[in-house]
C-alpha cells in the first residue's frame, strides 16, 4: 500500500495465538503442544517479520520445555526433578502469556532468546 500502513493477515495471527492456547492445553493433554510445535515450523515461512519472531519464540519453547521435562524426569527420583517440573508448569505458562500479550499487540515477543522467560 503507498499510504505507508502494513497489512497484517490475520488468519496468521489466530494461528500463532492457537498454537500459545495448544501449549497451555498441553500441561494436561501432552500432545497439543506437539502439533502446536509443528503448527509453528508450517506457518513460519510464511509469516511477517514480527509474526515469524512468535513461531520462532513458540519453537524456542517447545525445544526447551522439552528439555526441562526431559531432565525432571530424569531427576524425579530426587526431590529437584519435581522442582524442576513444577518451575517448567510456570515457566510455560508466563512465556504463553508473555507471548499473547506481544501477539495482541502486534510486537515479537519480548526477550525471544532467553531461556527463562
Not at 495448544?22 to 509453528?40: C, D, E, F, P, W
Request: contains cysteine; hydrophobic residues 55%; positive net charge.
Amino acid at each position: 500500500m503507498s499510504d505507508g500502513t502494513i497489512v497484517v493477515n490475520k488468519s496468521s495471527e489466530k494461528t500463532a495465538k492457537l498454537i500459545y492456547i495448544l501449549y497451555l492445553v498441553g500441561i494436561v493433554l501432552g500432545i497439543t503442544g506437539i502439533i502446536g510445535v509443528i503448527m509453528a515450523y508450517v506457518y513460519r515461512g510464511d509469516a511477517p517479520v514480527w509474526l515469524r519472531s512468535h513461531y520462532d519464540f513458540q519453537i524456542r519453547t517447545f525445544w526447551i520445555g522439552a528439555l526441562y521435562i526431559f531432565v525432571g524426569g530424569l531427576l524425579s527420583a530426587f526431590l529437584i526433578g519435581y522442582l524442576l517440573l513444577l518451575f517448567w508448569l510456570v515457566w510455560l505458562a508466563v512465556r504463553c502469556a508473555k507471548g499473547l500479550k506481544a501477539l495482541e499487540e502486534q510486537q515479537a515477543p519480548p526477550n525471544a532468546a532467553s531461556w527463562i522467560f
